[in-house]
């Protein structure tokens, strides 16, 4: 995995500019700690830093290969799992390599298939390739978006890169934040709108997109989306398929020539990926890594709720035996997630998911002290319907985002003068009717006599997969990447995505249970306790100093006159709040594990935020 970054300008000769591409790339030097390279031409220049995973030495970027009297240079992020199929067809082609990178084979694929190529990949990417004889720079991202890839556009400029501190980074660039720019901080946060960079004038390359530029413009589309299909597997196929898919996409992603490990929580998702891998490695004879997270004193102060049953701990031991990895325990004190949740901020350029941001970024610092890659069980729940909007009408009848539907505490939040600029409510419902109008439909769902029933299923399924699934892969990639560590999300592969998006719900709710399908085909492969263990979220702390930790910086910032939050906040309002933390702690106002004590981290970190990019309003 690496940082990349690049400059597209008809006008200017960027030769002249080398310190441009050198500061943007500074910026993402926690993201590819091991090399870094610039290649700079006329019109166009590419910046690298690398993180060193495959072909250490044959896969150093900007990479530069030539045919005839055109000339092809990459700069890429990401990994293509399906590296030797390709390179299998493209020596058939004639085509001979210097080396065994993904890197290499992706910058050939698109010399012999141009931007069709993107159709040809399984991996987690976003590239740029710029072809010397067509003037022409092609942009993509992989299908989930588990690679960001954001871009600024203005007259006859494109600036593109990893993320968006190193689009700031850019003197072109200005840090400003329009009307549409708060209504996504206070209203849609964490998540974030498919599209919007939040920052004014940057965009996100959507997933599964494509642009391309060249004198004549800039053309942008999908390679790649769901479609609604008849499911036509019996109930026997269904379940041997979602296995054999599963366990393909992990094994594919057990390649690496720098030390591999999993993260494992006892849950079901990281189960099922540790049982994998650890049977890959007892076959050469070496114990797996795993790693998990706990914090200082839960064990004295969880309390079970309907969101987290019961603690990961004696699970997480269960699987290490059972499987005989070699396990690594890590344990965090309250006070480092609190001091850490500014770093979350410099990780992920935004304010994010409070400590379950920090509590992330901590335990990858710990990680990659072990190992470079690791496999992590993100996207089961929302492609196998694991969260509670799955199973609760309530949610489901909620009107919105349903992991977002107590709007009440964010409007709590806002100024009056705020919320009559973004119309709040407004925004909010704007944003979820257009995702409800990309649902993907079929004739078979509209005429069938459960469509009512099988509909409400499907829009959970794309509302989850489409919004509140990238807030979770951005949080991964960017915790994770800021301390140069890879982690790998197999249950992200588009194959599993596209045969269980048509599977109907009936059979993807086997039993009644959340992910019911994925425990079935899971069968023998883990213990029958762990296989069918509760849900049971990311770790959070339970040690009631988090609350007063947050509440008194909050205090202090809300008394700090010079604070850039004051004018955007109800400031009685949160006072309010923080005499009476604990009144709406039953219900989350985002996902199932932020409550009111991680809004007051939220707020920190906003305000934060606000300081340290030096965000103008306009």
């Not at 067809?89 to 004639?94: F, H, N, T, V, Y």
């Not at 709007?407 to 979820?432: F, W």
């Not at 989350?588 to 991680?598: A, H, I, Y």
Request: proline share 6%; glycine share 6%; hydrophobic share 40%.
């Amino acid at each position: 995995m690496c940082g990349i970054v690049g400059w597209l300008d008809w006008n200017n000769d960027l030769s002249q500019y080398p310190k441009v591409i050198d500061n943007m790339v500074d910026t993402l030097i926690p993201r590819g700690p091991d090399a870094r390279g610039k290649w700079i031409s006329e019109h166009i220049a590419f910046g690298h830093s690398r993180l060193a995973v495959v072909d250490i030495e044959g896969g150093k970027q900007p990479m530069i290969r030539g045919r005839d009297h055109e000339l092809f240079t990459i700069t890429y992020n990401g990994e293509v799992y399906n590296t030797e199929a390709i390179r299998q067809e493209l020596l058939l082609k004639g085509y001979s390599f210097r080396g065994h990178s993904d890197t290499e084979v992706l910058l050939l694929s698109y010399m012999e298939w141009g931007v069709d190529c993107v159709s040809k990949l399984n991996g987690i990417f976003a590239f740029g390739i710029w072809d010397s004889q067509k003037e022409s720079l092609f942009l993509a991202r992989d299908r989930m978006g588990v690679k960001p890839l954001f871009y600024f556009r203005k007259d006859s400029t494109v600036i593109f890169a990893s993320e968006i501190k190193a689009l700031l980074a850019h003197p072109l660039i200005p840090a400003e934040v329009d009307t549409e720019g708060l209504a996504e901080l206070f209203m849609i946060a964490p998540a974030r709108t498919p599209g919007h960079g939040v920052i004014r004038n940057i965009f996100e390359l959507k997933p599964g997109h494509c642009l391309l530029i060249n004198r004549s413009g800039l053309k942008k589309w999908a390679y790649w989306q769901l479609y609604s299909t008849p499911h036509e597997d019996n109930f026997k196929t269904t379940v041997e398929k979602v296995r054999s898919l599963v366990i393909d996409a992990i094994s594919r992603q057990l390649v690496s020539d720098v030390p591999l490990g999993t993260l494992l929580s006892g849950g079901l998702d990281s189960s099922i990926i540790t049982a994998i891998a650890s049977d890959s490695y007892q076959t050469k004879n070496i114990a797996l890594p795993t790693f998990s997270i706990d914090y200082v004193d839960n064990d004295k102060y969880f309390q079970a709720n309907d969101f987290q049953p019961n603690p990961d701990a004696p699970w997480v031991k269960e699987m290490s035996r059972y499987l005989q990895t070699d396990h690594h325990y890590f344990y965090l004190d309250t006070p480092e997630l609190t001091n850490a949740l500014k770093d979350a901020v410099i990780a992920r350029d935004f304010p994010g998911m409070a400590d379950v941001d920090s509590s992330l970024l901590l335990f990858s610092r710990k990680i990659k002290e072990k190992v470079t890659v690791g496999l992590s069980g993100e996207c089961a729940d929302e492609i196998f319907g694991g969260y509670p909007w799955f199973h609760r009408q309530d949610l489901q009848d909620a009107g919105t985002f349903p992991w977002a539907s107590h709007l009440e505490t964010r409007l709590r939040v806002l100024s009056p003068d705020l919320s009559r600029r973004i119309k709040p409510l407004e925004y909010v419902r704007e944003r979820y009717l257009d995702a409800l109008r990309e649902i993907p439909q079929s004739d078979s769902t509209k005429s069938s006599s459960d469509s009512n029933h099988e509909e409400t299923f499907k829009r959970i399924s794309y509302l989850t997969l489409t919004r509140f699934m990238p807030t979770l892969l951005d949080r991964k990639d960017r915790m994770t990447m800021a301390t140069g560590l890879e982690v790998r999300v197999p249950f992200c592969d588009h194959r599993i995505v596209e045969y269980v998006w048509n599977i109907p719900w009936e059979i993807k709710n086997y039993q009644n249970r959340e992910k019911g399908l994925l425990r079935l085909a899971m069968d023998g492969i883990l213990p029958e306790d762990i296989l069918w263990r509760r849900k049971s979220p990311y770790p959070k702390t339970h040690n009631p100093q988090f609350l007063q930790n947050v509440t008194n910086e909050l205090q202090l910032i809300l008394d700090d006159s010079s604070s850039p939050l004051l004018d955007l906040v109800n400031k009685k309002s949160i006072l309010e709040m923080t005499q009476n933390p604990t009144s709406g702690a039953n219900k989350p106002w985002f996902g199932q594990l932020m409550d009111t004590p991680r809004l007051f981290a939220f707020l920190i970190q906003m305000d934060f935020w606000l300081r340290t990019y030096k965000i103008k309003f306009v």
